[in-house]
């Protein structure tokens, strides 16, 4: 079945209800009088509600309606938020220079409204060391808890541990965030441009 309204002379009913091009209500119509009507603005007789009785019809720019519901529905997927939830590694006697890498990578997932699976690697005798991990991944908590919190408390899985990390910040919050630093950038830049550009040399005026 298609999803696509009827218009014009695809409509087949005697008479309609109908919606003049600005909202108005013009009231129950025959659907001869709906179509001459149509003709005079140079617009399409749309059914918008086939299911009433009599349907209700609108008088509209149909191919500019269809072009505009086709951006509206590509800009809502492109608004839309997906979930991602990235993974971060570390060994229970990780360095400081390491460590320090590490967490920036973690900031920055959250910082994108992203999860992050934070993995503690134990090998060999480590493995009689859980409280390394522990240790380590709470450390990490405190260290990002301006941007995240703990979901998923730490828990042993094997030779591993693994704690999981949500953003404070939902995905549309921080893709909006995003867009409006790199449009601020973009300004900024055109800014410089414009400066410099007014700030050139004048040429000494010949005598």
């Known amino acids: 079945m298609s999803a696509e309204p009827r218009i014009n002379d695809r409509i087949r009913v005697p008479e309609v209800r109908l919606v003049g091009p600005s909202g108005e209500q013009v009231g129950i ?6 179509l001459e009507l149509a003709q005079e603005y140079d617009l399409d007789l749309v059914e918008v509600a086939a299911n009433a009785r009599p349907p209700v ?56 409204g992203d999860k992050v699976k934070i993995t503690i690697m134990f090998r060999g005798r480590e493995q009689s060391r ?3 991990g522990y240790r380590l991944l709470q450390r990490l908590a405190e260290d990002v808890q301006d941007l995240g919190f703990v979901e998923s408390n730490p828990k042993q899985d094997g ?10 910040k939902k995905k549309t919050e921080a893709m909006a965030e995003a ?13 410089d ?11 000494p005026a010949e005598a």
């Open 130 to 132: 859980p409280e390394l």
């Open 29 to 34: 119509v025959p659907l001869a009088k709906a």
């Open 57 to 112: 019809c609108k008088l509209m720019d149909y191919g500019k309606f269809k072009y505009e519901s086709a951006m509206k529905a590509r800009e809502a997927r492109k608004n839309q938020a997906h979930t991602v939830i990235k993974e971060m590694k570390l060994r229970p006697k990780i360095d400081p220079h390491d460590y320090d890498t590490k967490k920036g990578h973690v900031v920055r997932f959250l910082k994108q």
């Open 193 to 203: 441009r414009s400066a410099q550009a007014g700030s050139a040399p004048e040429e």
């Open 179 to 191: 867009r409006e630093a790199q449009a601020a950038r973009k300004a900024e830049r055109q800014g």
């Open 159 to 168: 030779r591993n541990m693994i704690m999981v990390l949500g953003p404070h």
